[in-house]
């Protein structure tokens, strides 16, 4: 016969309760910076165009084209980054910095996202100056160093996001091979793109967003371990390593 307890059954394991917290955050001010003053400069591109007889002056002085750095013209190695050859070629760029920039410096800041941009165009300028001797321009050098360092961030942050890092990571990679696959058509540098995301790669890895949790439940928050100083070193790693391709081009080592 069964036998009566006076003890209650034991209940059953509660499921661990998820935890929110706040995310580090920034407003893009310099992301809206930059594209405010990459939009200025096409204006100026529009203007020249129609006082001086179709002669586009700033793209003259300020893309890349290898015979002028060679002669000395060092700006013309960031200075593209500025600079388009269309209204589609900026609304496309200008589209893609904002969607991905102001995600990036909501959690980088200010500083570190314009570091990033910076050493993301040099990047890229630098490899389409040592891979092509074709001129270029456009701001997709630091565009493609951004996406190199939304992917680095995802990595790095992977255990705190879960599945939905490697979802997301899935996504930029994919999105970064059919642009790099594009890029293969004639008249677009992809020497200039891969540069960018080499460059973005690096100071990401280096000096990216590196978040832990911080706390005792319900008093947690989220806090990035890397400091300026990680950013700083990142963008001298970059500078230093893309900087010495010029030089091999300099010396006449280049394709």
């Known amino acids: ?35 405010g003053i990459t939009i200025a400069v096409y204006l100026l591109q529009m203007g020249s165009e129609f006082f001086f007889s179709g002669i586009d002056y700033p793209a003259y002085f300020g893309m890349k084209i290898n015979e002028a750095i060679l002669a000395g013209q060092l700006w013309r190695l960031i200075t593209p980054v500025l600079l388009h050859g269309s209204l589609m070629h900026i609304g496309f760029n200008m589209y893609a910095l904002f969607v991905i920039g102001a995600g990036m410096e909501s959690r980088m800041g200010h500083i570190r996202f314009l570091m990033l941009y910076i050493v993301g165009g040099f990047a890229g300028n630098v490899f389409s100056f040592f891979f092509t001797d074709a001129p270029s321009l456009g701001a997709s050098t630091a565009v493609f160093g951004l996406l190199a360092a939304e992917g680095v961030f995802l990595y790095l942050n992977k255990d705190l996001f879960g599945k939905r890092a490697q979802r997301a990571l899935s996504n930029i990679i994919m999105v970064a091979g059919v642009n790099l696959f594009i890029g293969l058509s004639p008249g677009i540098d992809n020497f200039g793109h891969i540069g960018g995301l080499l460059g973005g790669l690096i100071f990401a890895w280096l000096g990216g967003p590196r ?45």
């Open 1 to 35: 016969m069964n036998e009566t307890q006076s003890q209650p059954y034991p209940e059953a394991p509660r499921q661990p309760e998820l935890v929110k917290v706040v995310m580090p955050s920034a407003p893009p001010t310099m992301t809206y910076v930059i594209m």
């Open 211 to 255: 978040w832990e949790v911080e706390g005792i439940y319900p008093l947690v928050k989220l806090i990035d371990r890397r400091e300026l100083r990680d950013a700083i070193i990142g963008a001298v790693v970059v500078g230093g390593i893309f900087s010495a391709i010029a030089i091999l081009k300099f010396m006449n080592i280049g394709f």
